[in-house]
Nanobody, 116 residues
């Protein structure tokens, strides 16, 4: 069955870094664009970053440009989110999403907390 499993979240101090991973299985990963979303308490889920199926195109929310980098390894069926210069406002549950045409899959999320 389809699975997207996020990992790498945790507690980090402001200014620190984390690398999230999302391991995919059960579908042809290389055919799907991948995205990272986040949802903070009391707020709507928002798009953080996206990467095309082959990895040649990336997009970012303005709030994370220059600090976060999305990448993928199609040989490992994994998408990553490198997060640097973290701020308290980056605190949220981070989700990965796979999308192709009208089909999408979501992971269960991983908590990122930025606090001193």
């Amino acid at each position: 069955q389809v699975q997207l499993v996020e990992s790498g979240g945790g507690l980090v101090q402001p200014g620190g870094s984390l690398r999230l991973s999302c391991a995919a299985s059960g579908f042809t990963f290389s055919r799907y664009a991948m995205s990272w979303y986040r949802q903070a308490p009391g707020k709507e889920r928002e798009l953080v970053a996206s990467i095309s199926s082959a990895g040649g195109t990336t997009t970012y929310a303005d709030s994370v440009k220059g600090r976060f980098t999305i990448s993928r390894d199609n040989a490992k069926n994994t998408v990553y989110l490198q997060m640097n210069s973290l701020k308290p406002e980056d605190t949220a549950v981070y989700y990965c999403k796979a999308v192709r045409l009208a089909t999408d899959f979501w992971g269960q999320g991983t908590q990122v907390t930025v606090s001193s």
